[in-house]
C-alpha cells in the first residue's frame, strides 16, 4: 500500500495533524511518514502527550515505528489489524487525556468489538478540550453519528502535577447516520460550574459571583465546590449552553497571579462571543466533528469562519480518505461545511 507523506508544519503546525493522521491511518491501514512535526512550536517534535498518542494508536492495530522518542521531528506508522480489548495509557506528565482519548476513540469504535480504556493524565489543560467539553458538547453529537462510547472522570488532573485519570467504554458502532445542525434550536438549559482543588473557595465563589453580574444567571445555575479528588492546585470554570441541537461550552483556567474577576471574564467572554452570532457549532467544536463526521456517514454543519486549526485538519483528512469537504460563507458570521464521505 502506498505510503502517505506528510509536512507536519504545514497549516496549524500542531499536535492536531499528527493525531488525525493516527487515527485514519489505524482505520484505513495506510502507513504514513511525516516530517518537521511541531516545527514551528517553541519545543518542536514529540512531547509525551503526542508520544503517548503514537504508542496508543501502535497499540490498538499492532503498528510498527520508526521514530517513536520524545523530541523526534519525524515519524513512520505502518499499522496492523484494528483490535478491541483492555488499554491503560499514562502520559507521565499533565498532558492532556482528552487528545489521546480522541486518537483512539473512532478506530476503537470501528473495530467491531468492546474496548475500555484507562488514560492517565492532564484532564483540564490549556490548549486542549477538558472532560467537560467532551462529555457535553462532543459525546453527544458523536452518539447521534451512530458511535457508542461512554466516558468518565475518575480523578482530576490539573497543570503541572497531572495524576487525573478518565475511563472510556467503546462498544461496536450502531448503523451511522449523517449528522446536520443548521440552527441551535431553542434553549433548554444553561449553567455555571467553579472548580478549585487545593486552593482557597472563595475564588470560586468570585468567578460566580462575576458570571451572575454580567450574564445575570440565575444563581441556582451557577455551582461552586472544591475537588478533592485531584492532586496539586487547580481552578477551572465551564460555563455551559443547552439548546436543542447543540451544547457550546465555555472554559476558563485559573492562573497564578490573575484576580478570580479576570478568569471570569475570559469565559464570560466566550460565551457573549458564541451568542453574538447564530452559528450553532463552535469553532473548537467544529475541529472535532470534522474526523467522526469523515469517517461515518458525513452531514453538515453551521459554525464560524473556519480557523487554520479546521482547515488543516482537512488536509489532513483528505490525504487518507476519498472524501469530499466543502466550506461555502453564508454570510460575515456564518459558514457551512458539508461532508460527503465517496462510499
Known amino acids: 500500500m502506498p505510503i502517505v507523506t506528510m509536512d507536519g508544519s504545514q497549516g496549524e503546525g500542531g499536535g492536531q495533524i499528527l493525531r488525525t493522521a493516527l487515527a485514519l491511518s489505524a482505520?484505513?491501514?495506510?502507513?504514513?511518514?511525516?516530517?518537521?512535526?511541531?516545527?514551528?512550536?517553541?519545543k518542536p517534535g514529540l512531547m509525551r502527550q503526542h508520544l503517548t498518542a503514537v504508542k496508543a494508536a501502535a497499540a490498538i492495530c499492532g503498528a510498527q515505528m520508526e521514530g517513536a522518542a520524545v523530541g523526534s521531528t519525524r515519524l513512520r506508522f505502518e499499522p496492523g489489524a484494528l483490535r478491541a480489548g483492555e488499554y491503560a495509557f499514562n502520559i507521565g506528565s499533565a498532558g492532556s487525556t482528552s487528545l489521546v482519548l480522541q486518537t483512539v476513540l473512532l478506530p476503537l469504535a470501528l473495530s467491531g468489538g468492546t474496548s475500555r480504556v484507562t488514560l492517565k493524565g492532564g484532564t483540564h489543560n490549556h490548549g486542549a478540550p477538558p472532560f467537560e467539553f467532551l462529555a457535553h458538547a462532543f459525546m453527544p453529537l458523536l452518539r447521534r453519528l451512530g458511535f457508542n462510547a461512554d466516558i468518565e472522570l475518575r480523578r482530576y488532573g490539573f497543570y503541572p502535577v497531572g495524576g487525573g485519570e478518565v475511563h472510556a467504554e467503546i462498544q461496536p458502532c450502531s448503523p451511522l447516520s449523517p449528522l446536520a445542525i443548521e440552527e441551535r434550536g431553542a434553549s433548554v438549559s444553561q449553567k455555571g460550574e467553579a472548580i478549585v482543588s487545593n486552593l482557597p473557595f472563595h475564588i470560586a465563589e468570585r468567578e460566580l459571583a462575576r458570571v451572575a453580574e454580567r450574564l445575570e444567571w440565575p444563581r441556582p445555575e451557577l455551582s461552586a465546590r472544591t475537588e478533592k479528588r485531584a492532586d496539586g492546585t487547580g481552578n477551572v470554570l465551564l460555563l455551559r449552553l443547552g439548546f436543542e441541537n447543540v451544547t457550546e461550552v465555555a472554559i476558563a483556567f485559573g492562573r497564578t497571579g490573575v484576580p478570580a474577576e479576570t478568569v471570569a471574564d475570559d469565559a464570560v467572554q466566550a460565551v457573549l462571543d458564541y451568542l453574538a452570532g447564530s452559528a450553532p457549532v463552535g469553532g473548537h467544536l467544529a475541529d472535532q466533528l470534522l474526523l467522526p463526521m469523515a469517517l461515518g456517514a458525513g452531514g453538515r454543519f453551521v459554525t464560524g469562519k473556519p480557523s487554520s486549526h479546521t482547515?488543516?485538519?482537512i488536509q489532513v483528512i483528505r490525504q487518507f480518505l476519498d472524501v469530499h469537504i466543502e466550506a461555502v460563507e453564508l454570510d460575515k458570521r456564518?459558514?457551512?461545511?458539508?461532508?460527503?464521505?465517496?462510499?
Open 311 to 313: 482547515l488543516t485538519n
Open 27 to 42: 482505520v484505513t491501514g495506510k502507513p504514513f511518514v511525516i516530517a518537521n512535526i511541531r516545527a514551528g512550536r517553541a
Open 334 to 343: 456564518s459558514w457551512q461545511l458539508t461532508i460527503a464521505p465517496s462510499s
